[in-house]
């Protein structure tokens, strides 16, 4: 099954269908409420990096959704590098992020970050997000794998790409297919940005995997200035979708405002990826069948 497998790509999972890497297969779509990621359109999800109070929500799911988002996000449970930083509302922090997610009819992705909140995070969202500093522990993927809800498996900072794709296969073996891949940023020698943005990993695991593959700019790059090109270049080389961070007032947001675009940036955002969207998003994926 791995035969044809690019040199320097070893083989992850043993004889079996459902493995992270499936060489040049058809990427097999992910539904999440409405919504299909890996499908013939990009999906954009976008929303706060933290729900701070619910005006701030409220608003942000309204502008979003104006301007073309289909998946709200927003972190409830937020893993922090400092214990001094904003750490969420915890299931109030849900609790808003439901409502507004209902009140302007889309479907929610939010982070999980312990075994113990699972079943709490499954009762406000339509699709739980593993952040990038657990995406090898591996005792919370065994628990995840047992849910039927889709996953949003982010890379490690300093994760490899078979690193990776192995951390999908303990969702998958556990019984999940609803996987979704996300590319965040890698941690590496340059420091001029947050983040390396990885755009040639995307396109190597859309060749390999059969699994979506959606990107991050705002982690990838921590500089909202250049996120609408960075969107570009990911749905360029196959990414099935974009998730951004967006905030009413990103200079007072209390995580992750530089990374944050405001909601005229948002909208600028969409306007530029409207047009060419689904033809390079159509052209890119019909590219990486062909050649497989």
Known sequence: MHDSLPNGIPDLVSDHSNGAETAFQKTRPVKVGSVTIGGTEAVIMA???????????????????????????????????????????????????????????????????????????????DMLQVGARNMQNFSLLKKLSRYKR?????????????????????LLEGGNSDVVLCERGIRTFDNSLRNTFDLAGIALVKE?????????????????????ACARAAIAVGADGIMVEVHP???????????????????????????????VYLFSNKEVQANG
């Not at 509302?89 to 992705?109: I, N």
């Not at 007032?249 to 969207?277: C, H, V, Y």
């Open 150 to 170: 889709p996953v949003l498996l982010k890379r490690g900072p300093a994760a490899t790409i078979k690193e990776w794709l192995a951390a999908a296969d303990y």
């Open 47 to 125: 929303g706060p990096c933290s729900i701070e109070n619910r005006e701030q929500i409220l608003k942000t799911a309204q502008a979003v959704r104006r301007a073309g988002a289909v998946i709200l996000r927003g972190g409830a449970f937020k893993p922090r590098t400092s214990p001094r930083d904003f750490q969420g509302l915890g299931k109030r922090g849900l609790e808003l992020l439901r409502e507004a997610a209902d009140f302007v009819g889309l479907p929610v992705v939010t982070e999980v970050m312990s075994e113990d909140d699972i079943s709490l995070v499954c009762d406000y969202a």
């Open 208 to 228: 390999i995997s059969n699994l979506p593959v959606i990107a991050d700019p705002s982690h990838a790059t921590g500089r909202r200035s250049i996120i609408a």
């Open 249 to 279: 007032n990103p200079e007072k947001a209390l995580s992750d405002g530089p990374q944050s675009l405001d909601f005229i940036g948002f909208e600028r955002l969409m306007t530029g990826l409207r047009t060419p969207l689904r033809d």
